[in-house]
């Protein structure tokens, strides 16, 4: 149990353009999701928490006109990167919090990000 | 400000040489201290939680304990599908779930 998917895995894209990510919790349901992006032999960065039902909280210093996040229902998130440049190229992964007696994130596989 | 911290960063081990991987935290309040495992290019798979001190969790061939200032994960005769990114993170504070995570500690189990 507890499986998340993101989509696409991989992207390339021309500068200036924007790129939509999917998050999705396949078999329970998450009001809360997390996106975090991380970059070569590093950690994870978290750049915001996303509510279902609410506006997402970002980490300070992450641009939220720039990384657009909408939770629209209590399987899906999406990260819409708008007018993407080189150096928004990255790794972004996703997880969603699954409640109860232990409140543990799942983690999606990623998502590659190339800004040509 | 939380703090975590793991060492060490990087481990290369003979298949079969048992060790322990480190993770200090400076933290207010936590709520529980979470180990995951990260393939390249691949995202975190949650491995143990751990709430208190004094608390171990076992899995296959690996332990994790918990003290009031550090936590050990210990890999007892290593395969080399146990080679990976090993990763640390704390969640404080009742009602926020953010997680904050270490370096992390790239183990390689050479056959």
């Known amino acids: 149990g507890a499986v998340v998917s993101q989509h696409p895995s991989r992207v390339i894209c021309k500068s200036g353009t924007s790129v939509k990510i999917e998050c999705r919790s396949l078999?329970?349901?998450?009001?809360?999701m997390f996106w975090y992006r991380q970059f070569p032999k590093k950690s994870l960065m978290l750049m915001a928490t996303?509510?279902?039902?609410?506006?997402?909280?970002?980490e300070q210093g992450v641009e939220k006109d720039k990384f657009l996040i909408n939770h629209a229902s209590l399987t899906l998130s999406t990260l819409t990167v708008t007018s993407a440049h080189p150096e928004d190229s990255s790794f972004y992964i996703c997880?969603?919090?699954?409640?109860?007696?232990?409140?543990?994130?799942?983690f999606g596989p990623g998502t590659r990000l190339t800004v040509l | 400000e939380d703090q975590v911290t793991q060492s060490p960063e990087a481990l290369r081990l003979q298949e079969g040489e048992s060790s322990s991987l480190n993770c200090s935290y400076t933290?207010?309040?936590?709520?529980?201290l979470f180990w995951y495992r990260q393939d390249p290019g691949k995202g975190p798979e949650f491995l143990f939680t751990?709430?208190?001190a004094g608390e171990e969790k076992e899995k296959e061939r690996l332990k994790a304990t918990l003290t009031k200032k550090e936590s050990f994960l210990h890999i007892t005769a290593p395969k080399p599908e146990d080679s990976a990114t090993y990763l640390c993170?704390?969640?404080?504070?009742?009602?926020?779930?953010?997680?904050?995570f270490g370096t992390g500690t790239r183990l390689t189990i050479i056959p």
């Open positions: 997880s969603a919090l699954a409640g109860g007696a232990v409140n543990t994130q799942y």
């Open positions: 751990l709430y208190s």
């Open positions: 996303s509510n279902e039902g609410s506006k997402a909280t970002y």
């Open positions: 993170a704390v969640q404080v504070d009742f009602g926020n779930e953010k997680l904050t």
């Open positions: 933290v207010s309040g936590l709520r529980g």
């Open positions: 078999d329970f349901q998450a009001t809360t």
